[in-house]
Protein backbone atom coordinates (compact mmCIF):
# COMPACT_ATOMS: atom_id res chain seq x y z
CA UNK A 1 0.00 0.00 0.00
CA UNK A 2 1.00 3.23 -0.96
CA UNK A 3 0.66 6.63 1.24
CA UNK A 4 1.45 10.05 0.76
CA UNK A 5 0.16 13.34 2.55
CA UNK A 6 -1.19 15.75 -0.20
CA UNK A 7 -3.62 18.70 -0.34
CA UNK A 8 -5.04 18.32 -4.33
CA UNK A 9 -6.97 15.43 -3.31
CA UNK A 10 -9.16 17.12 -0.89
CA UNK A 11 -12.01 18.21 -2.61
CA UNK A 12 -11.95 14.75 -4.73
CA UNK A 13 -12.16 12.05 -1.47
CA UNK A 14 -15.65 11.72 -1.84
CA UNK A 15 -15.61 10.07 -5.47
CA UNK A 16 -12.75 8.71 -4.60
CA UNK A 17 -13.70 6.80 -2.12
CA UNK A 18 -17.03 5.97 -2.92
CA UNK A 19 -16.06 4.50 -6.52
CA UNK A 20 -13.54 1.78 -4.59
CA UNK A 21 -16.59 1.46 -1.78
CA UNK A 22 -18.95 0.63 -5.03
CA UNK A 23 -16.67 -1.78 -6.51
CA UNK A 24 -15.95 -3.58 -3.31
CA UNK A 25 -19.16 -4.26 -2.61
CA UNK A 26 -19.45 -7.29 -5.42
CA UNK A 27 -16.15 -8.33 -3.48
CA UNK A 28 -17.58 -8.25 -0.04
CA UNK A 29 -21.10 -10.84 -1.17
CA UNK A 30 -18.62 -13.30 -2.87
CA UNK A 31 -17.52 -16.19 -2.04
CA UNK A 32 -14.81 -14.79 -0.11
CA UNK A 33 -16.55 -12.33 0.95
CA UNK A 34 -18.43 -11.64 4.64
CA UNK A 35 -19.65 -14.72 6.34
CA UNK A 36 -23.76 -14.13 6.37
CA UNK A 37 -24.35 -17.34 7.36
CA UNK A 38 -25.34 -16.15 11.53
CA UNK A 39 -27.96 -13.56 9.70
CA UNK A 40 -29.50 -16.01 8.03
CA UNK A 41 -30.13 -18.29 10.76
CA UNK A 42 -31.03 -15.61 12.88
CA UNK A 43 -29.15 -13.91 15.60
CA UNK A 44 -26.01 -12.49 13.27
CA UNK A 45 -22.87 -12.04 14.56
CA UNK A 46 -20.69 -8.99 16.80
CA UNK A 47 -18.01 -9.28 18.14
CA UNK A 48 -17.51 -9.32 21.74
CA UNK A 49 -16.48 -5.47 22.22
CA UNK A 50 -19.03 -4.36 20.07
CA UNK A 51 -21.91 -7.05 21.92
CA UNK A 52 -21.16 -5.71 25.48
CA UNK A 53 -20.92 -1.29 24.69
CA UNK A 54 -24.42 -1.72 23.15
CA UNK A 55 -25.83 -3.70 25.81
CA UNK A 56 -29.78 -4.43 25.68
CA UNK A 57 -31.16 -2.86 22.60
CA UNK A 58 -34.57 -4.93 22.59
CA UNK A 59 -37.55 -2.70 21.41
CA UNK A 60 -35.36 0.85 21.30
CA UNK A 61 -34.89 2.85 17.69
CA UNK A 62 -31.30 2.56 16.04
CA UNK A 63 -29.14 4.44 13.23
CA UNK A 64 -25.94 2.67 11.81
CA UNK A 65 -23.77 4.87 10.38
CA UNK A 66 -22.01 3.95 7.56
CA UNK A 67 -23.38 0.63 7.23
CA UNK A 68 -22.35 -0.78 4.34
CA UNK A 69 -24.06 -3.79 3.32
CA UNK A 70 -25.75 -4.04 6.19
CA UNK A 71 -24.44 -6.83 8.15
CA UNK A 72 -24.59 -5.14 11.50
CA UNK A 73 -27.38 -3.47 11.09
CA UNK A 74 -29.34 -6.93 10.65
CA UNK A 75 -27.30 -8.06 13.53
CA UNK A 76 -28.95 -5.59 15.80
CA UNK A 77 -32.83 -5.74 14.32
CA UNK A 78 -32.18 -9.05 15.13
CA UNK A 79 -31.13 -8.24 18.88
CA UNK A 80 -34.91 -7.25 19.29
CA UNK A 81 -33.97 -3.35 17.85
CA UNK A 82 -37.75 -1.83 17.13
CA UNK A 83 -36.07 -0.37 14.70
CA UNK A 84 -32.88 0.02 12.56
CA UNK A 85 -31.84 2.64 10.01
CA UNK A 86 -28.63 1.95 8.26
CA UNK A 87 -27.01 5.39 5.68
CA UNK A 88 -24.29 4.93 3.73
CA UNK A 89 -23.01 6.93 1.08
CA UNK A 90 -22.73 3.55 -1.70
CA UNK A 91 -25.61 2.73 -3.67
CA UNK A 92 -24.88 -0.92 -4.36
CA UNK A 93 -24.06 -1.24 -1.06
CA UNK A 94 -27.31 -0.14 0.58
CA UNK A 95 -29.27 -2.52 -2.37
CA UNK A 96 -27.26 -5.33 -0.97
CA UNK A 97 -28.32 -4.36 2.84
CA UNK A 98 -31.44 -4.06 1.88
CA UNK A 99 -31.95 -7.25 0.36
CA UNK A 100 -29.97 -8.48 3.29
CA UNK A 101 -32.83 -7.44 5.30
CA UNK A 102 -35.78 -8.69 3.09
CA UNK A 103 -33.82 -12.17 3.07
CA UNK A 104 -34.03 -12.05 7.11
CA UNK A 105 -37.49 -11.15 7.50
CA UNK A 106 -36.67 -7.65 9.01
CA UNK A 107 -39.16 -4.98 7.25
CA UNK A 108 -38.85 -2.64 10.23
CA UNK A 109 -34.96 -2.47 8.77
CA UNK A 110 -34.63 0.40 6.02
CA UNK A 111 -31.31 2.26 4.38
CA UNK A 112 -30.59 5.70 3.43
CA UNK A 113 -28.11 6.54 1.04
CA UNK A 114 -26.21 9.65 2.64
CA UNK A 115 -22.87 10.55 3.73
CA UNK A 116 -21.84 10.13 7.48
CA UNK A 117 -21.58 14.09 7.79
CA UNK A 118 -24.68 14.56 6.69
CA UNK A 119 -27.27 13.06 8.80
CA UNK A 120 -29.62 16.40 9.55
CA UNK A 121 -30.12 16.88 5.73
CA UNK A 122 -30.28 13.07 5.29
CA UNK A 123 -33.36 12.81 8.16
CA UNK A 124 -34.44 15.95 9.00
CA UNK A 125 -37.49 14.52 10.54
CA UNK A 126 -35.84 12.24 12.58
CA UNK A 127 -34.08 14.73 15.05
CA UNK A 128 -34.07 13.07 18.39
CA UNK A 129 -35.78 10.17 16.94
CA UNK A 130 -33.23 7.46 17.69
CA UNK A 131 -32.05 5.46 21.35
CA UNK A 132 -29.00 4.51 19.34
CA UNK A 133 -26.79 5.54 17.20
CA UNK A 134 -23.72 3.22 16.16
CA UNK A 135 -21.12 2.73 13.87
CA UNK A 136 -17.99 0.71 13.87
CA UNK A 137 -14.75 -0.76 12.81
CA UNK A 138 -13.04 1.53 9.66
CA UNK A 139 -15.42 4.40 9.76
CA UNK A 140 -14.26 7.86 10.41
CA UNK A 141 -10.81 7.67 8.49
CA UNK A 142 -12.92 8.13 5.23
CA UNK A 143 -14.21 11.31 7.09
CA UNK A 144 -12.75 14.87 7.07
CA UNK A 145 -15.15 16.58 9.46
CA UNK A 146 -15.62 14.92 12.82
CA UNK A 147 -17.47 18.16 14.07
CA UNK A 148 -20.11 17.90 11.42
CA UNK A 149 -20.49 14.30 12.07
CA UNK A 150 -20.80 14.55 15.83
CA UNK A 151 -23.09 16.90 15.55
CA UNK A 152 -25.17 14.49 13.17
CA UNK A 153 -24.62 12.21 16.26
CA UNK A 154 -26.19 14.67 18.64
CA UNK A 155 -29.28 15.57 16.44
CA UNK A 156 -30.73 12.51 15.65
CA UNK A 157 -29.78 11.06 19.44
CA UNK A 158 -33.05 11.40 21.70
CA UNK A 159 -31.92 13.23 25.23
CA UNK A 160 -30.51 9.97 27.46
CA UNK A 161 -29.76 8.21 23.90
CA UNK A 162 -25.99 6.86 23.31
CA UNK A 163 -23.74 6.40 21.05
CA UNK A 164 -21.38 3.54 20.29
CA UNK A 165 -18.56 3.56 18.36
CA UNK A 166 -15.62 0.71 17.77
CA UNK A 167 -12.59 1.90 15.40
CA UNK A 168 -8.61 0.72 15.50
CA UNK A 169 -7.26 2.73 18.26
CA UNK A 170 -5.68 5.76 16.62
CA UNK A 171 -1.69 4.82 18.20
CA UNK A 172 -2.34 1.63 15.79
CA UNK A 173 -3.25 3.48 12.78
CA UNK A 174 -0.05 4.90 12.24
CA UNK A 175 1.97 1.90 11.95
CA UNK A 176 2.38 -0.61 9.30
CA UNK A 177 3.74 0.20 6.39
CA UNK A 178 7.28 -1.96 6.11
CA UNK A 179 8.79 -0.24 3.32
CA UNK A 180 9.96 2.47 6.08
CA UNK A 181 10.45 -0.40 9.11
CA UNK A 182 13.69 -0.16 10.99
CA UNK A 183 14.93 -3.55 12.07
CA UNK A 184 13.47 -4.84 14.93
CA UNK A 185 10.22 -1.93 15.03
CA UNK A 186 7.33 -1.28 12.54
CA UNK A 187 7.08 1.24 9.92
CA UNK A 188 4.91 4.08 9.72
CA UNK A 189 1.42 4.60 8.06
CA UNK A 190 0.91 7.89 8.39
CA UNK A 191 1.81 10.62 11.39
CA UNK A 192 -0.31 10.52 14.64
CA UNK A 193 -1.13 14.43 14.23
CA UNK A 194 -1.62 14.72 10.27
CA UNK A 195 -4.28 16.50 9.70
CA UNK A 196 -4.29 16.71 6.33
CA UNK A 197 -5.92 14.14 3.72
CA UNK A 198 -3.46 10.88 2.92
CA UNK A 199 -3.85 9.12 -0.62
CA UNK A 200 -3.22 5.42 -0.91
CA UNK A 201 -3.02 3.35 -3.96
CA UNK A 202 -4.07 0.20 -3.05
CA UNK A 203 -6.01 -2.48 -5.61
CA UNK A 204 -6.27 -5.49 -2.79
CA UNK A 205 -9.41 -5.61 -0.20
CA UNK A 206 -9.32 -6.38 3.13
CA UNK A 207 -11.64 -9.19 2.50
CA UNK A 208 -11.34 -11.23 -0.44
CA UNK A 209 -7.43 -11.96 -1.28
CA UNK A 210 -8.02 -12.30 -5.02
CA UNK A 211 -9.67 -9.11 -5.44
CA UNK A 212 -7.68 -6.58 -7.83
CA UNK A 213 -9.69 -2.86 -8.06
CA UNK A 214 -9.58 -1.11 -10.72
CA UNK A 215 -10.98 2.11 -8.42
CA UNK A 216 -7.50 2.08 -6.21
CA UNK A 217 -6.94 5.54 -4.67
CA UNK A 218 -8.74 5.80 -1.56
CA UNK A 219 -8.58 9.02 0.33
CA UNK A 220 -8.41 8.82 4.56
CA UNK A 221 -7.86 10.67 7.71
CA UNK A 222 -5.96 10.37 10.75
CA UNK A 223 -7.90 10.93 13.94
CA UNK A 224 -6.29 11.54 17.02
CA UNK A 225 -7.92 10.46 20.17
CA UNK A 226 -8.20 14.20 21.33
CA UNK A 227 -9.72 15.09 18.06
CA UNK A 228 -12.38 12.56 18.36
CA UNK A 229 -13.52 12.96 21.82
CA UNK A 230 -13.48 16.99 21.28
CA UNK A 231 -15.78 16.44 18.64
CA UNK A 232 -18.69 14.57 20.75
CA UNK A 233 -17.86 16.85 23.56
CA UNK A 234 -18.66 19.60 21.59
CA UNK A 235 -21.43 18.07 20.20
CA UNK A 236 -23.24 17.91 23.63
CA UNK A 237 -22.29 14.43 24.12
CA UNK A 238 -20.97 13.14 27.43
CA UNK A 239 -17.95 10.18 27.54
CA UNK A 240 -19.62 7.07 29.40
CA UNK A 241 -17.35 4.35 28.95
CA UNK A 242 -14.06 4.70 27.29
CA UNK A 243 -11.65 1.25 26.46
CA UNK A 244 -8.96 0.51 24.98
CA UNK A 245 -8.51 -3.06 23.85
CA UNK A 246 -5.28 -5.27 22.94
CA UNK A 247 -6.92 -6.57 19.98
CA UNK A 248 -9.27 -6.41 16.70
CA UNK A 249 -11.73 -7.91 14.51
CA UNK A 250 -8.61 -7.95 11.69
CA UNK A 251 -5.31 -8.52 11.57
CA UNK A 252 -3.94 -5.59 11.87
CA UNK A 253 -0.26 -6.65 11.41
CA UNK A 254 1.34 -9.78 10.04
CA UNK A 255 2.85 -10.89 13.95
CA UNK A 256 -0.88 -10.81 15.31
CA UNK A 257 -2.45 -13.82 16.30
CA UNK A 258 -6.46 -14.93 16.87
CA UNK A 259 -7.40 -15.42 20.44
CA UNK A 260 -10.10 -17.41 21.39
CA UNK A 261 -12.84 -15.40 20.65
CA UNK A 262 -11.19 -15.36 16.88
CA UNK A 263 -9.85 -11.87 17.18
CA UNK A 264 -6.55 -10.97 16.46
CA UNK A 265 -4.13 -9.63 19.17
CA UNK A 266 -0.26 -9.50 19.66
CA UNK A 267 1.73 -12.97 20.18
CA UNK A 268 3.31 -12.56 23.33
CA UNK A 269 2.13 -8.81 25.48
CA UNK A 270 -0.39 -6.46 24.61
CA UNK A 271 2.20 -3.82 23.26
CA UNK A 272 -0.33 -1.56 22.45
CA UNK A 273 -3.97 -0.88 22.24
CA UNK A 274 -5.38 -1.79 19.01
CA UNK A 275 -9.02 -1.27 19.51
CA UNK A 276 -11.10 1.74 20.74
CA UNK A 277 -14.58 1.87 22.27
CA UNK A 278 -16.31 4.45 23.72
CA UNK A 279 -20.41 5.26 24.76
CA UNK A 280 -21.46 8.77 25.29
CA UNK A 281 -24.71 10.08 25.74
CA UNK A 282 -27.06 12.85 24.99
CA UNK A 283 -27.87 14.79 28.27
Known amino acids: MAASSISDVAPSWRRLNQ ?12 PRGYD ?6 GRGWLDPMVEAAIGDIAGRSVLHLQCHVGQDSVALAQRGARRVVGVDFSPPALDAAAALAAECGLPDTRFVLADAQDVPAALPDEAGA ?4 FTSWGTICWLPDLDRWAAGIAFALRPGGAFVFADMHPVARVLGDPATAAPGFPGWACSYFETGPIEFDD ?5 DPEAHLAN ?3 VEFQHGLAGILGALRGAGLAME ?3 EHPRLIWQPFPGCVQDADGLWTWPDKPWLPLALVLRAVKP
Open 241 to 243: RLE
Open 130 to 133: FDLV
Open 19 to 30: ANWDERTAAHLG
Open 36 to 41: LSTHRA
Open 216 to 218: SRT
Open 203 to 207: PTDYQ
